[in-house]
Structure formats: C-alpha cells, structure tokens
C-alpha cells in the first residue's frame, strides 16, 4: 500500500507563507507526475499545480508568481511554497501523485488527507 501525508497547514494572515509538504510511503517503485489540489469552502477541487518527473512546472492562473511547487526525489516528497497568501487561498490543499508500486505494474492516482489552510486577519 501506499499513503501520501501532507502537513504544514494552519493558520495564517493575508501577505504570508506558508509550505506544504507531502510524503509518499510504502511500496513504490517510481512517482511521475506530483500535484498539489486545493477546494475552497462550497466549491470544487481544482487543480493548484503540477510538476513532472523531469521537473516541468504548471500553475493555476490564481496562484502563478506567489506559489511554487518542488519535489525531492530522494525522499519521495513533494513541497508547495506559497507566498503572498491571500484569503481566497483558504482551502483544504490536498496532495496527488501518480505512482508505480511495482515494474510490471501501472501508475495509479494517489491522494493525501488533506491539509487546512486559512488565511485571515
């Protein structure tokens, strides 16, 4: 089996970081692409960003220049820097990777928990 742990959620005032971080465990053989997913209170889960295996990067139009994803293969973690925080950023962040848990296997979607941010005065 295989988990995906975020953490670094809270609480935060308009105009600062944060960062999230996402653990992958288990039996994993390789991670393609990693994500970072997002759903505001009464809204649908969109996509936040997205990094590949080699490294290419997309954004949301809403958090291009004040997020960034990263990746630490060695670790089989994932990381989202967000600056500039504004309330419209509040949401549960959830984290995605598509991951191989054996060679002869295929990639399947894993999702983490979730994780609270809120950002507020």
């Known amino acids: 089996q295989v988990q995906l742990v975020e953490s670094g959620g809270g609480l935060v005032q308009p105009g600062g970081s944060l960062r999230l971080s996402c653990a992958a465990s288990g039996s994993i053989s390789s991670i393609r692409d990693m994500a970072w997913f997002r759903q505001p209170p009464g809204k649908q889960r969109e996509l936040v960003a997205r990094i590949t295996s080699g490294g290419n990067t997309n954004y949301a139009d809403s958090v291009r220049g004040r997020f960034t994803i990263s990746r630490d293969n060695a670790k089989n973690t994932e990381y989202l820097q967000m600056n500039s925080l504004k309330p419209e950023d509040t949401a549960v962040y959830f984290c995605?990777?598509?991951?191989?848990?054996?060679?002869?296997?295929?990639?399947?979607?894993?999702w983490g928990q979730g994780t609270q941010v809120t950002v507020s005065s």
């Open positions: 995605n990777a598509l991951i191989l848990r054996s060679s002869w296997g295929s990639y399947r979607e894993y």
